[in-house]
């Protein structure tokens, strides 16, 4: 493969886009109305990147859709954080060890990376975060329970950490 590949497929809360390099999952497009709207984001993203059929990066969207309909489900896929400051690479793993059903909070991810002062920035990194769901920064909350900030919105966030708790077996 050369260059970027994607994928569009439609699930229970909207159509999503899967952007990929050779070396794993570069970016995901969550929950647009159309497919069109989501080849737009990519273009948007990465005018170069071609059109693929789905079963071009195994089953992750069969995986993703059941994810949506609340069942626990294993999303360590290989990412490619190209683009990515270091800082923002380690806080993506770190948020990656974040079990299904679980939270933790922005302080915790500092101080998993040594740096326990450094929950504000968690947070900007997360805010950066191109793989929804993959790097579950939903599962990052404030150290005092609130919920904080989500890039695809706190009604999603929300949504997201109650489909886990609902779907923990």
Same mark, same amino acid.
């Given at each position: ?8 497929? !439609? &699930?229970c809360?909207?159509?999503i886009?899967? /952007? ?12 647009? #109305?159309? $497919?069109?709207? /989501?080849?737009?984001?990519? #273009? ?6 071609? =059109?693929?059929? &789905? !079963?071009?990066f ?6 993703? +859709?059941?994810y949506?309909?609340?069942e #626990? /489900?294993?999303?360590? %896929?290989?990412? !490619?954080?190209?683009?990515a ?16 059903? +679980? &939270?933790?909070?922005?302080?915790? /991810? ?17 805010g950066?975060?191109?793989?929804? =769901? ?9 150290? %005092? ?9 706190? #009604?999603?966030? $929300? ?8 779907? &923990?077996?």
């Amino acid at each position: 493969m050369y260059g970027l590949e994607f994928t569009v497929f !439609d &699930t229970c809360l909207g159509w999503i886009g899967i /952007v990929y390099s050779s070396q794993g999952l570069r970016k995901i497009i969550l929950f647009q #109305e159309s $497919k069109d709207d /989501v080849v737009r984001q990519v #273009e948007q993203y990465d005018s170069s990147a071609q =059109i693929c059929d &789905t !079963d071009s990066f195994g089953d992750l969207s069969q995986r993703l +859709k059941r994810y949506f309909r609340g069942e #626990e /489900v294993h999303l360590l %896929d290989k990412v !490619d954080f190209a683009g990515a400051s270091l800082f923002q690479q380690q806080v993506w793993r770190v948020v990656r060890t974040i079990y299904y059903g +679980k &939270t933790r909070s922005y302080a915790w /991810v500092a101080t998993q990376l040594g740096l326990p002062g450094a929950a504000r920035a968690v947070g900007q990194a997360l805010g950066r975060n191109p793989l929804l =769901i993959i790097v579950p920064c939903h599962r990052v909350i404030s150290s %005092d329970g609130g919920l904080g900030g989500f890039s695809a919105g706190l #009604e999603m966030k $929300k949504h997201l950490l109650c489909l886990e708790e609902s779907g &923990t077996t």
